[in-house]
């Protein structure tokens, strides 16, 4: 059971080229997301998905893509890198049914990927 | 629009004496309030969680509490150990929406 497995874990980009931060949880979760931290900023919403075909946009949804044709995999592209999106993304999962409490959306995280734009 | 603020500052305490953070939000009526850990380089790690309707969580040497009159969580390290030296960060939480993270306060136990 590896949990949520994020791909790269560094990666550098000039400005204007696109990329894809890969994502995965071993989980059955349906939930899956996608944050950006940064210093002084906390973690915000990029893009979420609570099942296999639906997602929804978050806080900061702008330069970026997803798509979740499975239950597994919720990549995140990038469509034409900028320096702003600098930043290191998390990807989070959850399965609100849990032992902890129903209904609470209680995330685990993967690595991080760090994406420098030069 | 909502927000959450957490000291932006670094708690500095010795070995063995309590720890206690703050969150606080507005614009905000959260079903929920999480907090989790985060190591550098590392992703977040849930720790507790407390619902709106409860005053005070424990586990272990943890203890969270919250008052949504203030609007306020605040959390608890009894005993503390350079081991919990790290990022703490309190996320809000309605239903299964997304969840609204603070940008945490980093906690550094001297030995």
């Known amino acids: 059971n590896a949990g949520v497995t994020q791909t790269p874990k560094f990666q550098v980009l000039k400005t204007g080229q696109s990329m894809t931060l890969q994502c995965a949880q071993d989980?059955?979760?349906?939930?899956m997301s996608w944050y950006r931290q940064d210093p002084g900023m906390g973690l915000r919403l990029i893009h979420y998905s609570v099942g296999a075909g639906i997602t929804d946009q978050g806080e900061v949804p702008n330069g970026y893509n997803v798509s979740r044709s499975t239950t597994e995999d919720f990549p995140l592209r990038l469509l034409s890198a900028a320096p702003s999106q600098t930043s290191v993304y998390f990807c989070a999962s959850s399965y609100s049914g849990t032992v902890l409490s129903s209904g609470a959306n209680v995330l685990t995280f993967g690595a991080g990927s760090r994406l420098t734009v030069l | 629009s909502q927000k959450i603020e957490q000291n932006s500052e670094a708690l500095n305490i010795q070995e063995g004496k309590t720890a206690t953070l703050t969150c606080n939000y507005t614009?905000?009526?959260?079903?929920?309030l999480q907090w989790y850990r985060q190591d550098p380089g590392r992703g977040p790690v849930f720790l507790l969680l407390i619902r709106e309707n409860e005053k005070e969580k424990r586990k272990e040497r943890l203890k969270v509490t919250f008052d949504t009159t203030l609007k306020q969580s605040l959390f608890h390290i009894t005993a503390s150990q350079p081991a919990d030296s790290a990022t703490y960060l309190c996320a809000l939480g309605t239903g299964r929406r997304a969840l609204t993270f603070g940008s945490g306060t980093r906690l550094q136990v001297q030995p």
């Open positions: 989980m059955n979760h349906e939930y």
């Open positions: 614009n905000y009526s959260p079903a929920y």
